[in-house]
């Protein structure tokens, strides 16, 4: 949803993947995961949590890579 108020519609998934990603790299370019999470949540653990399931996600991502 945009700040319109309007959906945004997409052709692909991988389309609204990259918009997303572009839009968060253009917000956050020069914050760190650190203080990403000090601002959106201040609960104990949670940056050791996003950083564990972005992790997880990389190795996921590298092993499909080598797989094809």
Do not use: H
Request: charged share 25%; proline share 1%.
């Amino acid at each position: 949803k945009m700040s319109s108020g309007e959906y945004r519609t997409f052709s692909s998934p991988e389309e609204s993947i990259d918009f997303i990603a572009s839009c968060l790299a253009d917000r956050y370019q020069n914050w760190t995961l650190e203080d990403i999470c000090a601002v959106y949540c201040t609960n104990d653990g949670y940056y050791e949590y996003v950083t564990m399931l972005m992790n997880t996600f990389n190795d996921k991502i590298k092993e499909y890579r080598s797989s094809n």
